[in-house]
């Protein structure tokens, strides 16, 4: 089922949680709305289930599910399966009555028998590997474990589209791996459309088909995860989806200055701002001809696939992070302390006039 909205906007009250939102959602597709706190996500996420309206204007918005126009349908009527972090399973009820509570209510006309009701709440369980667990009560489970349940409850009457609001957003990092695996598979394997809401950008990139990025209200990005962190679109969509150093000063005859620093750069004379990642900083003991930009070691955290570096230097406004390989932090002997010199390998430059401007890349 395609999820299609066109011109949706949303006021409370004076503030703009929502500017017009134009948004095409292919069948099958598994989407991630991310962005910072208030950016209007969950507003999209509510509008889209039914659970809250767009504001009606001269020209109103319309929402489609396939070819349904579902702009004025009830949140009841709309076939949406939802797992949100504070929509808590009922505890007074077993997880396998959790599970098939969705297909108890129907309407006589669409409810199944009950021996259909049962096989297919336990092929539920058994997919989200819970069926052992049929008879215990949520809060007997484990916080990973309860939101299996809500997956598995939300998939029991098999929704077109599948609305998550941050469902891992209160689990530990190891549990919200493993569920994201889970959210994936189940996704693949049953073929529904799913919207998520997240503001952790390794979640939203890890998981989904496509990534929205949302800042105030405003759409700043619709791409694959690759796309998006190969070609941000503009400023804020690079910083948002990871560490940014930044490097500014003064650009004369093809030289940028900084303090004590400076860099050869194929740029016209100006004031500049480049930005660069840390798995973009080489370093080294020595300077070169093209490059001088002294740095002290004052942080070092070798936990996983690279050693996180953290820099510092009198011409710097804020610390940089380098992330070298494990081999040439032994290499190099890197220790707090240590006077070593950056150089950049890639960066890129948003000019400030035009804020949707495609960024400039350069490879040093
Ligand atoms: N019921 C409401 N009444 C008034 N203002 C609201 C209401 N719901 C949301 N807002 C405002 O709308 C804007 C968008 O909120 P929304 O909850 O959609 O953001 P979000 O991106 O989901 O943020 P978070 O990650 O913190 O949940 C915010 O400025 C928020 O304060």
Known sequence: MSIRLHNIAKHFGSTQALEPINLDIHEGELVGLLGPSGSGKTTLLRIIAGLENADHSAQPGKILFGDRDVTNVH????????????????????????????????????????????ARAFRLLEMVKLEHL??????????????????????????????????FGALDAKVRQELRRW????????????????????????LSDRVVVMSNGRIEQIDTPDELYRAPKNRFV???????????????????TCGDAYWHVDLPDGHEELLLRPHEVRLTEQPTSESHLPVTITAISPVGAE????????????????????????HLALRRGQRLFAHPRH??????????????????
């Open 347 to 364: 960066w890129r430059r948003f000019p400030k006039v035009a804020l949707n401007t495609a960024a400039q890349t350069h490879l040093a």
């Open 307 to 330: 050693v996180r570096v953290e820099l510092e230097a009198d011409w710097l406004a804020q610390p940089w992070l380098a992330t070298v390989r494990h081999t040439d932090f032994e």
């Open 134 to 167: 049929a008879n215990r009560y949520p809060a007997q489970l484990s916080g990973g474990q309860q939101q299996r349940v809500s997956l598995a409850r939300a998939l029991a009457v098999e929704p077109e589209v599948l609305l998550l609001d941050e469902p």
């Open 183 to 206: 959210l994936r598979h189940l996704h693949d394997e049953l073929n529904f459309t799913s919207v998520f809401v997240t503001h952790d950008q390794e979640e939203a990139l890890e």
């Open 238 to 256: 690079f910083e948002f989806l990871g560490d940014v150093n930044h490097l500014e000063g003064n650009v004369s005859n093809g030289v940028l």
């Open 75 to 118: 949140v009841r009527d709309r076939r949406i399966g939802f797992v949100f972090q504070h929509y808590a399973l009922f505890r007074h009820m077993s997880v396998y009555d959790n599970v098939a509570f969705g297909l108890t209510v129907l309407p006589r006309k669409r409810r199944p028998s009950s021996g259909e009701i049962r």
